[in-house]
Structure formats: C-alpha cells, structure tokens
C-alpha cells in the first residue's frame, strides 16, 4: 500500500493544504512522486492535453485504464486517483461499479467522478465495495454542454445551493474529499467550511483545503493557459529550444561526437549504465 491513503488525506483538512497534480504517464508520475506531492491524479483531462481532443467527452474507460497502468508503476507514496470518464458511471450503479473497479485494478487507490447529489447511491456503494471516492463539482467538464461551456459556476443563489447539496451529499455518502473547480473563492470557503472532507480547489481561490493543476498547465508545455494556472515552468520553449539545437547538430554534422560512438565511447561507463 502507497504512504498517502485516502484516510491521511482527510486527516489534513485544517493541518496541511494538499497538493494534488494530474499525471499520464510513468515518468511524469515518478518526478511527481519525488517531488512530494500528496495526490497524483489520471485526469479526463488527458483526452485534451494528450490526445488533442477539443473536450473530455471522448475518453474511453481504456484509455484511463492504460494511463493509470502506467502511472501506477511508478508511484510508491503519492495517493493514484483515476478519473471515471464521460458515460463510465451515469448509465447505471452496476456499470459505474465494475467501471471504477477496473481503475483499481490498473493501480488506482481511489476514483474521481464528476457530481455529488446525483450520485449519491454511487457513491455509498463504491465505498461499501472498497473504493475510496472523491466527487466534483462547480464546473464539471463532462457537463459542459449543459452548463453552457467551460465557466465560472456559482454566481447565482441556485448554483451556489447546487454546489453545497453536492458536497454535503458527497460528504454523506462516504466520499473522502471534493474538487471544487471554478467557483467564486467566496462559494469555495463556505463549502469548505460546511463540510468536514477536505475540498480541493481548481480556479476556486485559496479559501480551500487543497490545490491541483493540470501538469501541462502548471509546467508551461503550451503558450496558452486558463488564467487561473500559475505557471512554474516554462517547458514547451526549453523541449523546443532543445529539439532545435539538436536538429541544428545533426544537419551540421555535430552529433554525434565521438564519444557516442562505440570506437571511442566510455567503455567503462557504458557497462556501468547498462
Ligand atoms: O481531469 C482533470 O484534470 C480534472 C481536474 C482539473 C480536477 O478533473
Ligand atoms: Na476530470
């Protein structure tokens, strides 16, 4: 069993904030996992910043589940959150039960679904199953087309009931933490306050238990990023600066040297690195 359970992740509501970050694959699941962050999550948001699709909405259980596959492998401390797509959990309580135990048995530790309320029953039956849930709700992707595209949800009196119901349902029914995604920071600390599972904001201000970004948001591997991301790196221009440099090498003759060739190469280093 990884270090970081669902039950310590309840236990720092109000002790420590809890760092959360999306990760799809092994080596970017390792340097998370290095870096001490608290959960490591498979995303739906995959679809958009690793397949290029416009929204979540075409993600399949298979993806998820070859994505938590490989991240799995290489967290040992983290907690493995994977995302039940669009359609995986909303046909059926059976459905949704065999769906969120084939994220567990890729490595997940626990399953993320969007919604609270109407997923009450779900939600108490993944618990009663074994598997530990955290719900979503203000934005829901997977809504977006209801809810009118992707924005600021909770401006109004009845959203603002909406996102409570959701959260004090998803506390109820055994769920061990909420995402709060784009909410007015103001909606966010009332909930945070309502309730006793940590709530873990996206674009919901600081008023919340716990913070997550999408990796390629956060490490700046696109120009563009919702406004709501604070970037900390800039990777897509040093990925791009390195790919010019080496493609320049190749065309000039500069690579490789001849200590990358097997005449002249490190011979010692070479059986140590093998
Ligand atoms: O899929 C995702 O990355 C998410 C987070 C933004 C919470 O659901
Ligand atoms: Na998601």
Not at 66 to 79: C, F, G, I, N, P
């Amino acid at each position: 069993m990884r270090e970081i359970t669902p039950r310590k992740i309840m236990e720092m509501k109000g002790k420590e904030k809890i760092a959360m970050v999306t990760a799809y694959d092994y080596p970017s699941a390792l340097i998370a996992d290095k870096a001490g962050i608290d959960i490591i999550f498979i995303g739906d948001s995959l679809g958009m910043v690793v397949y290029g699709e416009p929204n979540t909405l075409n993600v399949s259980m298979e993806q998820m589940i070859y994505h938590t596959r490989a991240v799995a492998k290489a967290v040992k401390r983290a907690l493995v959150l994977a995302d039940m797509p669009f359609m995986s959990y909303e046909v059926s309580i059976e459905e949704g039960l065999r769906n969120a135990a084939r994220l567990i048995q890729a490595g997940a530790d626990a399953v993320k679904i969007e919604g609270g309320y109407d997923h009450k029953k779900l939600v108490k039956r993944l618990v009663r199953a074994g598997i530990p849930v955290m719900g979503h709700t203000g934005l829901t992707p997977q809504r977006y087309l209801r809810l009118g595209g992707y924005r600021l949800i909770g401006e109004t009196e009845e959203e603002i009931e909406e996102i409570l119901r959701d959260a004090k349902a998803l506390e109820k029914s055994g769920a061990f933490a909420v995402v709060l995604e784009f909410v007015l920071a103001d909606v966010a600390k009332l909930v945070t306050e309502e309730v006793k599972i940590p709530t873990i904001g996206i674009g919901s201000g600081p008023y919340v238990d716990g913070q997550v970004l999408v990796w390629h948001d956060l490490l700046g591997i696109y120009e563009n990023v919702p406004p709501f991301v604070k970037k900390y790196a800039n990777l897509g221009s040093m990925i791009q600066l390195a790919l010019e440099e080496y493609r320049t090498d190749v065309k000039e003759g500069k690579f490789p040297e001849p200590k990358h060739y097997w005449e002249f190469l490190d011979k010692e280093e070479f059986e140590k690195k093998k």
